[in-house]
């Protein structure tokens, strides 16, 4: 276990490289690239210019930009933010736990949510709530979820006005239950996507393990349904669904983007939207590596996960 | 003239070559089954008709293509035609939608806005399946540190947060619908690669591939014509459930206001230019985001029915 541990980090590491690398390499694509903020600025001078591409090291030869970028990383050196004048990590710091509450909320909500709706419709396949639990999650999956957001916005903040309608607080307030309040149509908004992917999922595993021996076994014994399905159908069906919500890392990246966006969360993706519209780039550069960070450790805890969660897995 | 005099010369080597495949087949099927002689395609055309959900979104679908093509005729307004004494109006007899916030028709534009959206949703799919065909027929065929370097690099790809790269992109290049789809497919190709090595693995240990390279059938032909036949049905319907993703991607990138530059009318923008407005005006926010939802849900009825028909072992 610990050795297999110890391989996948290390494994990690030269996917990171490439990841930070190959940011580099698409970056120096584009024309206007790091300086864009400056060289577009019409009242900058063309020795302002020079000036500040000589201290950004943006007139030194692209290979020697890259690993002087590569080293800064690794010593966590994010650079220096245009707009708020202060470093990189510092500001991103300031915001990640409230998209990592978002996130939190929206995959325990997502989950929960997941297990009760796909167990129940394995149970009766193919009976009303089936279908309609197949149908509402064809739909989850079909729509925008900033759309979604819209809507929720639109109908449990504008028109019925039980929820506030964007932020993290009120003024003033910032208690447990502010907080809470502000967190519900966020929260719903960023985890309808893998309610309705993660539903289908468990649904699917359900009915493959109602199939099995032991399940068969366990009602011949007398065993009443409800502990058949909770502890031996649900125990088994969970293990895949690790390693679904460590593949569905990305997914709640974009959707932090998009809610944030849309309810004004002060977090890491409404962060990223406003340094896209001032060309922050080390703010971009800065998160677009965290968002790496984050999918490929997602992707280390399910594997991780499934081998403690399923005894049968020998590493 | 002589245009069509090749066509004839070159017609009957290859009439005869299908004929040929076809009678073997006829001559077969009988002595197994009793029915009428069907080709794989036909069964699956078959299997594809029997699924509701499939048929409806292949209905949907086909609207939504029609509308597309003729929008001209079918929008009672021009794509930038300006209304001015009704600005961001409510649905009346005049604008059935209503208007946004210029004095555009919502309805004009949600129609127009099928072609961007399609164009871009079938664009980026055609390109995604390229690469995706490429890059696993070589990893998967050559095999030894082609296909190690080529998975590496699916891996990187896959670790990166995309949407956030292709913003930060926008943002300082700009965009175009034609970069859209471009850098859209170059981040959409990694499931059809994987797929389509993981095939080629085991289909290359095959008799038939092994009689095809005993006669000396090049490599560019051997893939081409002998081993990509055999992942159609995976080629087929990852590019389907592609145009979806597609679909929805360039609506979440101009929805952010990097997508699609402002003034082309697609969905997503539609959506952004909503924003300001929606609590006064819903449908501006409804209308485009309700018929996006529909179409990708057509496009995924229509590739689930596409994938159950066309390999009924990989049903649920």
Redesign the interface.
Known sequence: MTRFLIRRLLGAI???L??AV??FV??QL????PD?LFARNARMSEEQLQAIRHNMGLDRPVPEQLVTWLGNILQGDLGISYTQYRPVSEAIWDVVPNTLLLMGTGMVLSLIAALLFGVLAARRQNGVFDLVASFVS??G???????FG??LQ?LFA?RLGWLPSAGMSSAGGGGFWDVARHLVLPAFTIAIGSIAGWSRYVR?ST?ESLNQDYVRTARAKGMDEQRVLVGHVLRNALIPLVTVVGIDV?LY??GA??TE?VFSWPGMGRL??DA??V?D?PI??G??LL??VL??LG?LIADVLYGVLDPRISY | MSANVTLETAAPGKLAESGNAASGLTALTPSLTSRAPRSPGQIAAARFRKSTLALFGLLVITLMCLAAIFADALAPYGENEIDLFNITAQPSTAHLLGTDELGRDELSRLIFGARVSLLVGVGTALVSTLVGIIVGSFAGYYGGWIDSALMRFVDVILAFPAIFLLLIFFSIQGSSVLTVILFLGLFSWMWLARVIRGEFFSLKERDFIEAARSIGVPDGRLIWRHLLPNVGAAIIVSTTLNIAYAMLAEATLSFLGFGVPAGTPTWGNMLNAARPNFTTVPLLAIAPGLTLTFAVLAINFVGDGLRDALDPRGRA
């Open positions: 030269p996917l990171l490439g990841v190959l940011s698409f970056m584009a024309p206007g690239g864009a064809y739909f999956l079909a729509m925008p979820v900033f759309w819209l809507m639109l504008v699917s009915i990305p990246l974009t983007v998009l966006t990223f939207f896209l519209t060309r780039y971009l550069m998160i677009l968002g790496a999918i490929v992707n």
